[in-house]
């Protein structure tokens, strides 16, 4: 059974998630947005070895301990191209927030729909969900439980905001009803800010998607 810790990081609480194989002690990290500190800590109790660090797209507040990590790991930073004007533009994006932020480091790699990213025994699958942001993507993973990973494009009560930059209202409530609504509906939601959710709760209580 898979292992799964999520805990706010950085200044806006990004949800950063490490999920780990229990067999191989492989790991993959999703939107490490800050405190690498707290992250490397975490990765050392538990003794876990890290080949990718994956964003569900390229808000600041999704993508900041990525270099830090990346120096410390040796991992490989993974993103969908759509969003790669917004990760090289992080500081104009701290800026809009009154923040300082370094640019960042260069990417090793693009996530594509439907691409698979492999860790230990088990196997993380790309689902694109553009609305957000022109890249935003999903990470689910199958098995005895079903998991997503949602970012800012679903979240419990509520969806992302499509104000900012390369955001599209119809874009987003397209990719929610028809990639993330028609999954099993016991799928665990684990998304970018705030609590745990399911499909099935969503497509029942959630005003913005009736």
């Given at each position: 059974?898979?292992?799964?810790?999520?805990?706010?990081?950085g200044?806006?609480?990004?949800n950063c998630?490490?999920v780990?194989?229990p067999?191989?002690?492989?790991a993959?990290?999703?939107?490490?947005?800050?405190?690498a500190?707290?992250?490397?800590?975490?990765?050392?109790?538990?003794?876990?070895?890290?080949?990718?660090?994956?964003?569900?797209?390229?808000?600041?507040?999704?993508v900041?301990?990525?270099?830090?990590?990346?120096e410390?790991?040796?991992a490989?930073?993974?993103?969908?191209?759509?969003?790669?004007?917004?990760?090289?533009?992080?500081?104009?994006?701290?800026?809009?927030?009154?923040?300082?932020l370094?640019?960042t480091?260069?990417?090793?790699?693009?996530?594509?729909?439907?691409?698979?990213?492999?860790?230990?025994?088990?196997?993380?699958?790309?689902?694109?969900?553009?609305?957000?942001?022109?890249?935003?993507?999903?990470?689910?993973i199958?098995?005895?439980?079903?998991?997503?990973?949602?970012?800012?494009?679903?979240?419990?009560?509520?969806?992302g905001r499509?104000?900012?930059?390369?955001?599209?209202?119809?874009?987003?409530?397209?990719?929610?009803?028809?990639?993330?609504?028609t999954?099993?509906?016991?799928t665990?939601?684990?998304p970018?800010h705030?609590?745990?959710?399911?499909?099935?709760?969503?497509k029942?209580?959630?005003p913005?998607?009736?």
């Open positions: 059974m898979l292992q799964i810790e999520t805990f706010p990081v200044l806006l609480r990004c998630s490490i780990s194989c067999e191989t002690r492989e993959l990290v999703i939107d490490p947005g800050g405190d500190p707290k992250i490397l800590a975490y990765l050392k109790q538990h003794q876990l070895t890290v080949k990718y660090l994956l964003h569900t797209h390229a808000h600041f507040d999704h900041g301990a990525s270099k830090e990590l990346k410390a790991l040796g490989q930073i993974l993103l969908h191209p759509e969003d790669l004007f917004l990760y090289d533009q992080v500081p104009m994006q701290g800026a809009m927030f009154g923040l300082q370094e640019p480091c260069p990417l090793d790699g693009h996530l594509a729909d439907e691409m698979e990213i492999a860790f230990g025994n088990n196997k993380s699958k790309i689902l694109h969900t553009p609305g957000h942001t022109p890249g935003s993507v999903c990470f689910q199958e098995g005895h439980e079903n998991h997503l990973f949602t970012g800012d494009t679903l979240f419990r009560g509520g969806v499509t104000d900012l930059w390369g955001g599209s209202e119809s874009t987003l409530m397209k990719s929610i009803q028809q990639r993330l609504l999954l099993d509906e016991g665990q939601i684990y970018g705030g609590q745990e959710s399911t499909i099935w709760q969503e029942k209580a959630n913005f998607l009736r």
